[in-house]
């Protein structure tokens, strides 16, 4: 019995040491990636509470699969595509929601954008219009806009040929230019 | 200022604020995460207790009614698969596929080698290639390997020279060998007859966006991003039957073998038997996110993830694709399964090492 308790006892250390290697990991990944996918989170929902739920799930769910994570190239990105599938998911989920709302007349009243010339309103006019479009659309334009990705780091990112990505993009910034008009937008509306 | 800029001005300062404006809070994250964590582990266990709860009151119902099957359901309990590991062989750092043929088994690693071992004496002999490989096929002449943008041909013997033939500029390219053809697709670029006696080769219209294909009997099934597979004469290019609609092509696989078409999603628990015949579609929920399948003669074999160390395998029926037979672990990450007639061969990203499972050792 002695070596086999002995066996075990390594195993324990072993387990304690790898925990605190991930913990490690964590705090690392933490530092440098928190605050920029919370930010792509935010911005894609416009719901602060359910972004940081989203943000800790990616998170989560790296972990589980920890040993594959940790061999991943790019981990960063692993960890983006994650936050970018399930914003994805939440949208679907609040679409269909709306939907079912809309049956039973339980949806809120549609905030009517109110345009004025102050920088900060442009902005949540901006962004109010940004989330009204449609999903892929909607992902397209904040990962082109907010996280200065390339068109074929986007298509990377979703999994979708690149000319999707550049069909989504001008879709999207015609419907900008559209509801927004040339004023705000500071160009042509096209 | 123009249109783009304003955009981006807008969105980043609505995010600047909200980070500015919300400090990030390290041990309430680090609590909210694990606590997450360990939800999945409950939800992972409550889930395999009410599917083995539900399993044995389905079999208590049918047994009433119907004769008994040979077969056994899936215990997602799970038996480790480590006393039917005959031999582990080391192979190159970062292992991606595997595959049996050609009297020996092959392993890729993303860190540019093709690593060949011999069955008889399980000596691994690492090849260097170009790039990371992507896919590896093995038949024809050689063995086949995609990175992004080439094809190789790496010599069956193991000892010869590399040959490497442009096809497209497309990053995660899969090749496919038939009689006397290798077929590859470059999601992006589309799919390629490649020609190995000149090394030339041609387009092939497999529809707008081709993610993966399988080809066999004069047939090309190509799978596309938006999940629909379509058959094609590989003779004439017209397509063959109707198309048939899977939940998705993103991160998606398709493989031929037993008279069906198998269908399975990265990180999903969606697999799928297509009968080729009627164009039938059976889905299997497996009980861990799929990861990849192994078919051999009359066999299929489907490797997922299990729990946080350790990987999972079962058996898929050929006729029906329902799992049958005891669900297995094997320690590690393993990433790709390969079938031999003896054995199946696992290749684990966790120690970069490929472990040699003897299939009636399982049964034991």
């Given at each position: 019995?002695?070596?086999?308790?002995?066996?075990?006892?390594?195993?324990?250390?072993l387990e304690a040491g790898r925990e605190?290697?991930?913990?490690?990991?964590?705090?690392?990944?933490?530092?440098?990636?928190?605050?920029?996918?919370?930010?792509?989170?935010?911005?894609?929902?416009?719901?602060?509470?359910?972004?940081?739920?989203?943000?800790?799930?990616?998170?989560?769910?790296?972990?589980?699969?920890?040993?594959?994570?940790?061999?991943?190239?790019?981990?960063?990105?692993?960890?983006?595509?994650?936050?970018?599938?399930?914003?994805?998911?939440?949208?679907?989920?609040?679409?269909i929601e709306y939907r079912v709302n809309?049956?039973?007349?339980?949806?809120?009243?549609?905030?009517k954008p109110e345009w004025d010339d102050?920088?900060?309103?442009?902005?949540?006019?901006?962004?109010?219009?940004?989330?009204?479009?449609?999903?892929?659309?909607?992902?397209?334009?904040?990962?082109?806009?907010?996280?200065?990705?390339?068109?074929?780091?986007?298509?990377?990112?979703?999994?979708?040929?690149?000319?999707?990505?550049?069909?989504?993009?001008?879709?999207?910034?015609?419907?900008?230019?559209?509801?927004?008009?040339?004023?705000?937008?500071?160009?042509?509306?096209? | 200022?123009?249109?783009?800029?304003?955009?981006?001005?807008?969105?980043?300062?609505?995010?600047?604020?909200?980070?500015?404006?919300?400090?990030?809070?390290?041990?309430?994250?680090?609590?909210?995460?694990?606590?997450?964590?360990?939800?999945?582990?409950?939800?992972?266990?409550?889930?395999?207790?009410?599917?083995?709860?539900?399993?044995?009151?389905?079999?208590?119902?049918?047994?009433?009614?119907?004769?008994?099957?040979?077969?056994?359901?899936?215990?997602?309990?799970?038996?480790?698969?480590?006393?039917?590991?005959?031999?582990?062989?080391?192979?190159?750092?970062?292992?991606?596929?595997?595959?049996?043929?050609?009297?020996?088994?092959?392993?890729?690693?993303?860190?540019?080698?093709?690593?060949?071992?011999?069955?008889?004496?399980?000596?691994?002999?690492?090849?260097?290639?170009?790039?990371?490989?992507?896919?590896?096929?093995?038949?024809?002449?050689?063995?086949?390997?995609?990175?992004?943008?080439?094809?190789?041909?790496?010599?069956?013997?193991?000892?010869?020279?590399?040959?490497?033939?442009?096809?497209?500029?497309?990053?995660?390219?899969?090749?496919?060998?038939?009689?006397?053809?290798?077929?590859?697709?470059?999601?992006?670029?589309?799919?390629?007859?490649?020609?190995?006696?000149?090394?030339?080769?041609?387009?092939?219209?497999?529809?707008?966006?081709?993610?993966?294909?399988?080809?066999?009997?004069?047939?090309?099934?190509?799978?596309?991003?938006?999940?629909?597979?379509?058959?094609?004469?590989?003779?004439?290019?017209?397509?063959?039957?109707?198309?048939?609609?899977?939940?998705?092509?993103?991160?998606?696989?398709?493989?031929?073998?037993?008279?069906?078409?198998?269908?399975?999603?990265?990180?999903?628990?969606?697999?799928?038997?297509?009968?080729?015949?009627?164009?039938?579609?059976?889905?299997?929920?497996?009980?861990?996110?799929?990861?990849?399948?192994?078919?051999?003669?009359?066999?299929?074999?489907?490797?997922?993830?299990?729990?946080?160390?350790?990987?999972?395998?079962?058996?898929?029926?050929?006729?029906?694709?329902?799992?049958?037979?005891?669900?297995?672990?094997?320690?590690?990450?393993?990433?790709?399964?390969?079938?031999?007639?003896?054995?199946?061969?696992?290749?684990?990203?966790?120690?970069?090492?490929?472990?040699?499972?003897?299939?009636?050792?399982?049964?034991?």
């Amino acid at each position: 019995m002695r070596p086999r308790l002995a066996v075990v006892g390594s195993e324990v250390c072993l387990e304690a040491g790898r925990e605190r290697d991930r913990d490690r990991e964590l705090t690392a990944l933490f530092n440098q990636h928190y605050d920029s996918l919370r930010r792509f989170a935010y911005v894609m929902l416009r719901d602060s509470a359910a972004a940081e739920e989203i943000v800790m799930e990616a998170f989560a769910k790296a972990l589980s699969r920890w040993r594959l994570f940790s061999k991943a190239e790019h981990p960063s990105a692993y960890l983006r595509q994650i936050v970018v599938n399930l914003c994805r998911s939440k949208m679907r989920r609040k679409a269909i929601e709306y939907r079912v709302n809309a049956l039973t007349g339980g949806n809120p009243a549609e905030r009517k954008p109110e345009w004025d010339d102050d920088a900060h309103s442009v902005s949540m006019d901006v962004w109010e219009a940004v989330t009204r479009l449609p999903d892929r659309q909607r992902v397209c334009v904040v990962l082109r806009y907010l996280e200065d990705m390339t068109e074929p780091e986007i298509a990377e990112v979703l999994q979708i040929p690149v000319g999707t990505v550049k069909s989504q993009l001008s879709r999207g910034r015609a419907k900008l230019a559209g509801w927004l008009g040339a004023d705000l937008l500071g160009g042509e509306a096209k | 200022v123009n249109e783009d800029e304003r955009i981006e001005r807008a969105l980043k300062s609505i995010g600047d604020s909200y980070v500015r404006d919300n400090p990030a809070n390290f041990p309430a994250f680090r609590e909210g995460v694990l606590r997450r964590q360990r939800r999945r582990r409950w939800f992972q266990a409550g889930s395999a207790v009410a599917l083995a709860g539900a399993t044995v009151a389905i079999g208590l119902f049918f047994a009433q009614s119907a004769p008994l099957d040979n077969s056994e359901p899936v215990s997602p309990a799970g038996r480790n698969a480590a006393r039917a590991i005959t031999d582990t062989v080391k192979v190159g750092d970062t292992p991606g596929q595997i595959n049996v043929g050609r009297n020996a088994i092959w392993v890729t690693s993303k860190s540019g080698t093709v690593t060949r071992i011999d069955p008889a004496t399980k000596v691994p002999t690492h090849i260097p290639v170009d790039g990371i490989p992507t896919d590896l096929a093995v038949g024809g002449s050689g063995v086949w390997v995609a990175n992004e943008g080439n094809l190789q041909r790496v010599p069956l013997t193991g000892d010869g020279k590399v040959t490497s033939y442009p096809i497209a500029d497309s990053t995660r390219m899969h090749v496919s060998v038939a009689p006397g053809t290798v077929w590859v697709v470059a999601p992006g670029a589309g799919v390629f007859r490649f020609y190995p006696e000149d090394g030339t080769k041609e387009a092939f219209d497999a529809g707008p966006s081709p993610a993966d294909i399988a080809v066999g009997d004069g047939i090309l099934w190509a799978l596309d991003l938006s999940g629909r597979i379509q058959g094609y004469d590989v003779r004439t290019g017209r397509t063959v039957g109707d198309a048939i609609d899977v939940p998705t092509g993103s991160g998606a696989e398709i493989t031929l073998g037993s008279d069906a078409l198998w269908y399975g999603v990265k990180g999903d628990s969606v697999f799928m038997r297509i009968d080729l015949v009627t164009n039938a579609k059976r889905s299997i929920r497996l009980p861990s996110d799929y990861v990849d399948m192994g078919v051999g003669q009359d066999e299929v074999w489907v490797l997922m993830e299990g729990t946080a160390d350790a990987g999972s395998f079962a058996a898929a029926d050929p006729a029906t694709g329902r799992l049958e037979g005891d669900l297995h672990y094997v320690e590690g990450s393993p990433v790709d399964v390969a079938v031999g007639k003896q054995a199946l061969w696992i290749v684990n990203a966790t120690d970069d090492r490929a472990v040699r499972i003897q299939k009636d050792l399982l049964e034991d």
